[in-house]
């Protein structure tokens, strides 16, 4: 049978993986050494000295230098923890690296083997012993084969240890520097193993309120209805194998992207514009395909060597391998939404650890799989449904084009993470330059109007029988989609949308268009500068509210649209200043705000709300989105205290 083959091939994957993540995990092909003359001196403010960072590579591996091409590997890094007393006062120099084209990148990259040598000028900025010199240093190694995961370990002259989870890059001084508070929050590591897999199951079903779940709704509907009609036992195989595809990508690809770029860059490879065109490609040829512009097939080279693989009948064969790959586009449509969430799970595998997030994995998306297993059960009883006649295709098409309205969101995202790598300011969030909210709520409306007038009958495609009677259900149907574009044009004047917003960049409030909206009940807000933040609150004597947020984040887009606005939560907010952190933008301060989020709460999940006093100690958090502003303007009135 061919979803035992499938099981099979999965199940092998599974153990390749695990054997290579075991291999790689235990790989640690460099030791670190600091020295200096100054080591057992006692020195006095303003006095200088060098110290040399010595890096010890196993043979068959190099360790990147400090400048890099762009496109190339993590260049090494060298700082001073700033709770420290000594400062770097030049350049930090080296022994000329060896430079030649590198097959891993295939670019001409810079790096050292066997040993590395960093001389770092110094000066102690209060008397202070040499011996409490500390370094943390971010390096990058890579063999003929393969590369490892960029780390951070910290060095003293008593050895080194991994500090993966300080805060680097950030460039709001005084973020991070408060050590009491890295085990704030949720410990994944020390919890009982019940307890975690409780919070995998929690989240999987979480996931599934997201907005990017739904635009999938209507693709695997088509895709059943149109492949699993006749018999009940294909119809439950074919639900199966689909479930395994969601499971079994959901986790593959959770675990991958934890072990190679950590639990906090799951959340960047969500935001990766790359990543959301190819989305938003995905959906367009969807779209296309319920049109009826081609139908989605395997080419029957495929199909062929399949059925002598499997031994089955061509259709029975490509309906299995649809389905997987069907639970598999889905996983990567649905991933910037869920990746929050997948985040979360895999804190811990950035600690080194792979178990703990493995059952995670699994059970959040067994989670998140079982509705849709139920759902591609459901497409069987619509088919026997008698006299369906042309309506289900005017179902399709309809669906092709909320599919495309559904692609507009992800190019937003595009536009968004790209304006913030040009614009690296508080501006940057000010909204993308092509696809603004106003632009892609042009486009819905436009969306909304075609589909009123082809369920009329104005015109058709080519699958389409010609619609001979309006009927009541059509007219109603068309008078609905044209009131939602009226709704969607008073959004283009600066009205709220509600539910909407989650899906619609951020809110222009200087936008000429902008009628509707009320410019004064706007709350002020300092924009990626929590230092700024930290200072107006010692001058004003508040607190300050952090908004953990993103650019491609929808639920920090409905929180903002829906919950911000209420009257009581602003007399409430209105107490604290206000900083929003984005931390999923392309760039050194984005980099920086994530690495301090999770150091400082163990969580990477958007969006995230923290109170801070004016010193930079929390005081208390509020996890993701809630729908009841009671509880929320509670935890903004306790906190105020």
């Not at 026997?384 to 309809?398: A, I, M, R, T």
Request: with cysteine.
């Amino acid at each position: 049978m061919i979803q035992i083959r499938i099981c099979r091939v999965f199940l092998l994957a599974f153990v390749l993986f695990f054997v290579s993540s075991i291999s790689l995990s235990a790989q640690n092909p460099t030791k670190w050494k600091l020295v200096s003359d100054s080591e057992s001196k006692e020195l006095k403010t303003g006095d200088k000295f060098k110290a040399k960072l010595l890096a010890e590579i196993e043979p068959g591996w190099h360790l990147y230098s400090l400048k890099q091409p762009d496109g190339g590997p993590i260049a090494t890094t060298i700082k001073l923890p700033e709770e420290g007393n000594f400062v770097i006062t030049g350049d930090i120099t080296t022994p000329k690296p060896i430079t030649e084209f590198d097959p891993n990148f295939e670019i001409e990259t810079s790096y050292f083997k066997d040993t590395g040598e960093f001389s770092i000028p110094l000066e102690a900025k209060k008397d202070a012993r040499g011996k409490d010199l500390a370094v943390d240093v971010r390096f990058q190694l890579c063999d003929d084969r393969l590369c490892l995961p960029p780390k951070t370990v910290r060095v003293t002259f008593d050895g080194f240890e991994d500090v993966k989870k300080t805060f680097a890059g950030s460039t709001n001084k005084g973020s991070g520097s408060n050590d009491s508070i890295i085990n704030f929050g949720q410990d994944t590591e020390n919890q009982p193993i019940w307890s975690f897999i409780w919070l995998a199951i929690s989240l999987g079903a979480l996931s599934l309120l997201t907005p990017c779940v739904f635009p999938m709704i209507p693709i695997t509907v088509s895709y059943f209805t149109k492949n699993s009609a006749g018999s009940r036992s294909k119809s439950v195989r074919l639900a199966l194998v689909y479930s395994i595809g969601i499971i079994a990508t959901f986790t593959l690809l959770g675990m991958l992207l934890a072990f190679f770029v950590g639990a906090a860059g799951i959340n960047l490879f969500a935001a990766n514009p790359w990543v959301n065109i190819l989305i938003a490609g995905i959906f367009l040829f969807f779209a296309f395909n319920l049109f009826g512009f081609y139908e989605i097939g395997i080419p029957n080279s495929v199909l062929t060597k399949l059925d002598q693989i499997t031994r089955t009948k061509e259709g029975e064969g490509s309906a299995y391998l649809g389905a997987l790959l069907m639970g598999l586009t889905f996983t990567i449509t649905s991933f910037t939404c869920t990746s929050p969430f997948v985040g979360t799970i895999l804190v811990s595998t950035s600690q080194g650890e792979w178990q703990m997030p493995l059952l995670g994995m699994l059970a959040f998306s067994t989670v998140f799989a079982l509705p849709f297993f139920v759902l591609a059960l459901a497409p069987q009883l619509v088919s026997q449904l008698p006299k369906s006649g042309g309506w289900l295709n005017s179902v399709k098409v309809v669906m092709g084009f909320l599919e495309v309205a559904a692609a507009m969101k992800f190019l937003s995202n595009v536009d968004l993470v790209w304006t913030s790598m040009f614009k690296q300011s508080a501006e940057a969030v000010n909204f993308g330059t092509i696809f603004s909210r106003e632009v892609v709520l042009i486009v819905w409306v436009l969306v909304a109007i075609a589909i009123a007038l082809y369920v009329l009958g104005a015109f058709k495609f080519k699958l389409d029988s010609p619609v001979k009677k309006k009927t009541p259900v059509r007219i109603l149907v068309s008078v609905g989609f044209i009131a939602l574009a009226v709704y969607m044009v008073t959004g283009i004047l600066g009205r709220k949308l509600g539910e909407l917003e989650s899906f619609l960049p951020p809110k222009n409030a200087e936008s000429s268009l902008n009628i509707l909206g009320n410019k004064e009940a706007e709350l002020d807000w300092i924009k990626n500068d929590l230092e700024k933040a930290l200072l107006k609150a010692k001058v004003e004597n508040k607190k300050v509210f952090v908004d953990f947020t993103g650019y491609t984040c929808t639920n920090c887009r409905w929180m903002e649209a829906n919950m911000f606005t209420l009257p009581e939560v602003r007399a409430e907010m209105e107490k604290y200043v206000l900083v929003s952190l984005y931390t999923d933008g392309e760039g050194e301060i984005y980099y920086g705000q994530q690495q301090f989020q999770e150091k400082t709460f163990k969580t990477v999940a958007l969006p995230f709300y923290a109170i801070f006093d004016s010193n930079g100690k929390p005081i208390s958090t509020f996890p993701g989105l809630t729908r009841n502003p009671k509880e929320f303007v509670d935890f903004l009135t306790k906190s105020a205290r």
